[in-house]
């Protein structure tokens, strides 16, 4: 199966338990960017380096089409941002999976390596691909940093005027050490330079 890449943060990132679906509790958002379509905000986790963020985009498609390209891992070197390295481990069924993803860091900080378990319900009319890290699936490969935990979901849902709405939302700790540059960017950047590729794609 062929190798791809991933984001940052387990935008990195991707999966989850089949009947969770991320509540909407916490700090307040702040709006950090809203450029081209997409709007990302944040907003501070207690004890994590790396604030939770939010992404929002309407795109110009269907959604099977925006699930079915969520769930093919090895397109994510071509959109996902920063991904280098991903594939599937495990299929369960067709909406329940479990990947490995690899995010390119700058130097000095060593790359982060996700594994991931999503899985797929159907929740008041909208579909949720639920995330959820499980960091001890296999062993650490030398010279990267495995996220110990990460928490998230896509969410995809009909305007019913031929666009549909798409969050994705990610809780992580990436594990070891990363400077706030890398961090503040992680969350930002990542998930708006990801949505915007993935509206392009899409709406081709």
């Not at 599937?88 to 069924?93: D, F, R, W």
């Not at 860091?105 to 909208?126: F, H, L, M, Y």
Request: charged share 25%.
């Amino acid at each position: 199966m062929k190798d791809l890449k991933i984001s940052y943060l387990p935008t990195i990132f991707i999966l989850c338990c089949a009947a969770f679906v991320a509540p909407d509790f916490g700090a307040k958002w702040t709006l950090k960017k809203d450029k081209n379509g997409v709007q990302i905000y944040t907003r501070p986790v207690e004890g994590s380096p790396l604030k939770e963020f939010k992404g929002v985009v309407n795109i110009r498609t269907t959604v099977e089409s925006a699930k079915t390209l969520l769930l093919d891992l090895p397109s994510y070197t071509e959109w996902n941002h920063n991904c280098i390295e991903s594939s599937v481990l495990k299929i369960n069924s067709e909406n329940d999976i479990i990947g490995v993803t690899l995010t390119d860091a700058p130097w000095p900080v060593q790359d982060r390596e996700a594994i991931v378990q999503t899985k797929v319900v159907e929740k008041n009319g909208s579909t949720y691909l639920n995330m959820t890290a499980l960091p001890n699936y296999l062993k650490a490969k030398d010279g990267v940093v495995r996220v110990p935990e990460m928490t998230g979901f896509w969410k995809i849902t009909p305007n019913g005027d031929g666009t549909v709405k798409i969050v994705q939302q990610v809780r992580a700790s990436p594990g070891g050490r990363i400077p706030d540059w890398l961090a503040n960017s992680a969350v930002v950047d990542t998930p708006y330079n990801t949505l915007l590729n993935m509206k392009q794609r899409l709406e081709k």
